[in-house]
């Protein structure tokens, strides 16, 4: 059974209960004359209309969001919570003005007989069996109106125990009990009502859980990828809390890195507080340790713009970078080189006016060629050249995979060579740019060349 329907079906159950028993105890208290056991009716004929009000509230909070309620119904709960707590206050007070007047006048005579005993044990054992139906429900499903309801039969056990004991003191002579009884019904439905009120008033003015936002931001914290938590906002709304973290994040972080490390907050939230439903917004920081490099490809990248080769030369008095930047090899030069102004201009603004910025403007190959795999011979006779070049390098060793491809545009060869692994990465990409360099020598027609340089085996035993 899903939550919502066991709310509905705790809280029709208890228009039953609430019913029956008003109806027992109001007829005791005419037929005995109890001020207190009337009280009691009194007070559960109110509970009976409240728990009718749970009713309607729990199937409107169950209702899902709309386009007027973009939060959901949960806070239907807690409007109906806030009505009980008006009905607890209104006959607290009657309750304590009628048993004071009686006490002030003297006591009246009481009747009570064995049908009356009766009534208050079956109430009592009603009570216990519904509020602890109803406080497992509520604990449950988070519901504040069923945790309202449990509240209210909580206050008729009790007030139907103190009513037990001032009929008993009443037998054996003390006439006082009954409106003493009374003044204790009262005290303790005022009293259940102010802490229902109070829990109620939070909840509709958005008060946060005690302590869950600390324990979010320490748990946020702790999460690879997060800088820091900016803020944590949460309130209650019916059986859930609504939240909206903000989070500050790299902004030199690709978008599925930043995604990746939303949703991690969002599990972590879940399993922290599973009622808690949380939106979370990353906001891009510019960390103290980025470097020049970095800074400017995420210039570029903005700017939807490849860079490579990206140089900074620190001179005594400025900065100075140079990189290359590839732009559609079709388009005019004039046009180029705006686009490559505009991103000098960026990198100026960003970095400082003072930088001396530098580009080199790159065709940019757009378009897929077409081809076939070359001939045996034409394979041989570039893997041959390929070894040749190398051993004359004597930096790359074993020339391996090597493939060719014959387009419209040229020849496209790629191969792999195997390199000392303690090589920097600079010594191996111009060991590996130089045996490029010569085979294009040696090749006409090369279209592209790609090397891909792999570590050389440790030697075995």
């Given at each position: 059974?899903?939550?919502?329907?066991?709310?509905?079906?705790?809280?029709?159950?208890?228009?039953?209960?609430?019913?029956?028993?008003?109806?027992?105890?109001i007829?005791?208290?005419l037929?005995?004359?109890?001020?207190?056991?009337?009280?009691?009716?009194?007070?559960?004929?109110?509970?009976?209309?409240?728990?009718?009000?749970?009713f309607?509230?729990?199937?409107?909070?169950?209702?899902p969001?709309?386009?007027?309620?973009?939060?959901?119904?949960?806070?239907?709960?807690?409007?109906?919570?806030?009505?009980?707590?008006?009905?607890?206050?209104?006959?607290?007070?009657?309750?304590?003005?009628?048993?004071?007047?009686?006490?002030?006048?003297?006591?009246?005579?009481?009747?009570?007989?064995?049908?009356?005993?009766?009534?208050?044990?079956?109430?009592?054992?009603?009570?216990?069996?519904?509020?602890?139906?109803?406080?497992?429900?509520?604990?449950?499903?988070?519901?504040?109106?069923?945790?309202?309801?449990?509240?209210?039969?909580?206050?008729?056990?009790?007030?139907?125990?103190?009513?037990?004991?001032?009929?008993?003191?009443?037998?054996?002579?003390?006439?006082?009990?009954?409106?003493?009884?009374a003044?204790?019904?009262?005290?303790f439905?005022?009293?259940?009502?102010?802490?229902?009120?109070r829990?109620?008033?939070?909840?509709?003015?958005?008060?946060?859980?005690?302590?869950?936002?600390?324990?979010?931001?320490?748990?946020?914290?702790?999460?690879?990828?997060?800088?820091?938590?900016?803020?944590?906002?949460?309130?209650?709304?019916?059986?859930?809390?609504?939240?909206?973290?903000?989070?500050?994040?790299?902004?030199?972080?690709?978008?599925?890195?930043?995604a990746?490390?939303?949703?991690?907050?969002?599990?972590?939230?879940?399993?922290?507080?599973?009622?808690?439903?949380?939106?979370?917004?990353?906001?891009?920081?510019?960390?103290?340790?980025?470097?020049?490099?970095?800074?400017?490809?995420?210039?570029?990248?903005?700017?939807?713009?490849?860079?490579?080769?990206?140089?900074?030369?620190?001179?005594?008095?400025?900065?100075?970078?140079?990189?290359?930047?590839?732009?559609d090899?079709?388009?005019?030069?004039?046009?180029?080189?705006?686009?490559?102004?505009?991103?000098?201009?960026?990198?100026?603004?960003?970095?400082?006016?003072?930088?001396?910025?530098?580009?080199?403007?790159?065709?940019?190959?757009?378009?897929?060629?077409?081809?076939?795999?070359?001939?045996?011979?034409?394979?041989?006779?570039?893997?041959?050249?390929?070894?040749?070049?190398?051993?004359?390098?004597?930096?790359v060793?074993?020339?391996?995979?090597?493939?060719?491809?014959?387009?419209?545009?040229?020849?496209?060869?790629?191969?792999?060579?195997?390199?000392?692994?303690?090589?920097?990465?600079?010594?191996t990409?111009?060991?590996m740019?130089?045996?490029?360099?010569?085979?294009?020598?040696?090749?006409?027609?090369?279209?592209?060349?790609?090397?891909?340089?792999?570590?050389?085996?440790?030697?075995?035993?």
């Amino acid at each position: 059974m899903t939550d919502a329907a066991l709310k509905e079906k705790v809280a029709f159950s208890s228009i039953i209960a609430s019913l029956l028993l008003t109806i027992g105890k109001i007829a005791a208290g005419l037929a005995s004359g109890s001020l207190a056991l009337l009280s009691e009716g009194a007070h559960n004929a109110l509970d009976t209309g409240a728990t009718i009000l749970t009713f309607f509230a729990v199937r409107e909070a169950n209702k899902p969001a709309d386009d007027r309620h973009h939060y959901g119904h949960g806070k239907f709960e807690s409007l109906s919570a806030l009505a009980e707590t008006g009905l607890l206050a209104g006959l607290a007070c009657y309750v304590l003005v009628a048993a004071i007047r009686r006490l002030w006048e003297g006591p009246e005579p009481v009747d009570a007989r064995w049908p009356v005993f009766a009534v208050l044990g079956v109430s009592i054992a009603v009570d216990v069996a519904r509020w602890r139906t109803l406080r497992a429900v509520a604990k449950k499903t988070g519901s504040h109106a069923l945790a309202a309801d449990a509240m209210h039969f909580a206050s008729d056990l009790i007030g139907t125990a103190l009513v037990l004991i001032g009929l008993v003191a009443d037998s054996f002579g003390f006439h006082q009990g009954d409106a003493l009884a009374a003044v204790g019904v009262a005290l303790f439905i005022g009293f259940a009502g102010y802490h229902l009120g109070r829990e109620t008033i939070e909840t509709l003015l958005d008060t946060a859980p005690d302590g869950l936002a600390e324990t979010l931001r320490a748990a946020i914290n702790e999460i690879p990828g997060v800088v820091a938590v900016e803020s944590v906002k949460l309130r209650g709304n019916g059986p859930h809390v609504l939240g909206e973290i903000g989070i500050s994040v790299s902004r030199t972080l690709p978008i599925e890195r930043v995604a990746q490390i939303e949703d991690a907050v969002r599990a972590k939230v879940a399993e922290i507080s599973p009622e808690t439903v949380a939106s979370v917004a990353a906001a891009p920081r510019a960390l103290d340790d980025e470097t020049l490099t970095e800074r400017i490809m995420l210039i570029a990248a903005r700017k939807k713009l490849a860079v490579h080769h990206i140089f900074v030369h620190h001179l005594d008095r400025h900065d100075c970078i140079a990189f290359d930047l590839e732009i559609d090899g079709a388009m005019p030069h004039g046009r180029a080189h705006e686009i490559a102004t505009e991103l000098e201009n960026d990198i100026r603004a960003e970095i400082g006016a003072g930088i001396e910025v530098e580009s080199h403007i790159e065709p940019l190959q757009d378009h897929a060629v077409v081809g076939h795999d070359a001939d045996a011979a034409m394979l041989d006779a570039m893997t041959a050249a390929l070894r040749k070049v190398a051993r004359e390098g004597g930096v790359v060793k074993e020339i391996t995979d090597v493939r060719a491809r014959m387009t419209d545009e040229g020849v496209v060869v790629n191969f792999h060579g195997t390199v000392d692994p303690t090589l920097s990465v600079a010594e191996t990409h111009a060991a590996m740019d130089a045996v490029e360099r010569a085979l294009r020598q040696q090749t006409p027609g090369l279209l592209r060349i790609v090397g891909h340089a792999e570590p050389e085996p440790a030697p075995v035993g």
